[in-house]
């Protein structure tokens, strides 16, 4: 007679079977497809890290990234059927997740979020950046992103925070490569406008190779 399992050892068994999946993202696709009770964690295990930063570099320092890396599995789940190619699960699952967040920086403008927040209220820097004048950066940094369309802002946010290559930011917004690098370049313009205003960020911005140049 087999022993009872307690939920200690349910969980083990769980870990194990989140773990057990080895097949390439095709097959985790396929997995998804078929209802394979294990597939969405280990969708999550897989891509949920290098989600978190691309949501993080579009958004900053902000504390509703996990809500938004949450919602971009809901609906990259729910719309699995619109994935042609399985082989590109990660590049489509950025896009999912570049058009959610998206969708938060539409909202907080209509809702001028930041204005509303008392200034001990806004998300502090990653504990990574211990550096009191790089905590100071960061924040003047993406005061100033925040002040961009979100059409600039998102690609930008891409290329320079995360180092997409041109192709993957274009693929990211769901724009042709031409269309990225005209928005780029409007990007990094108004990014360096913005910037001039503010002494902490104007001699570092000047000192970009970013800035001044076109891109690809």
């Known amino acids: 007679m087999p022993k009872p399992v307690d939920d200690a050892g349910r969980r083990r068994g769980a870990d194990v079977h989140r773990l057990g999946f080895a097949g390439d993202d095709a097959a985790l696709v396929a997995a998804l497809r078929r209802g394979d009770p294990g597939a ?85 820097a990653p504990q990574a950046a211990r550096d009191p004048e790089a905590r100071l950066m960061l924040r003047r940094v993406y005061e100033v992103v925040e002040r961009m369309p979100e059409k600039e802002r998102v690609p930008f946010a891409l290329r320079y925070f995360e180092g997409m290559e041109l192709v993957d930011v274009a693929d990211a917004c769901a724009v042709s490569l031409a269309t990225i690098k005209r928005r780029l370049k409007k990007a990094r313009h108004r990014f360096a406008a913005l910037a001039e205003r503010d002494p902490l960020l104007r001699e570092r911005v000047r000192a970009s190779p970013h800035f001044g140049v076109d891109d690809g």
């Open 40 to 124: 969405p964690a280990s969708l999550y295990d897989r891509h949920a890290p290098y989600l978190r930063r691309v949501i993080a570099r579009v958004l900053g320092v902000d504390d509703e990234i996990p809500e938004v890396l949450q919602e971009t599995f809901a609906q990259a789940l729910a719309s699995l059927d619109g994935l042609d190619d399985p082989r590109r699960l990660r590049a489509w699952l950025v896009r999912v997740a570049v058009f959610t967040a998206r969708g938060v920086i539409r909202k907080r403008r209509r809702q001028r979020w930041l204005r509303f927040r008392a200034p001990e209220q806004v998300p502090e």
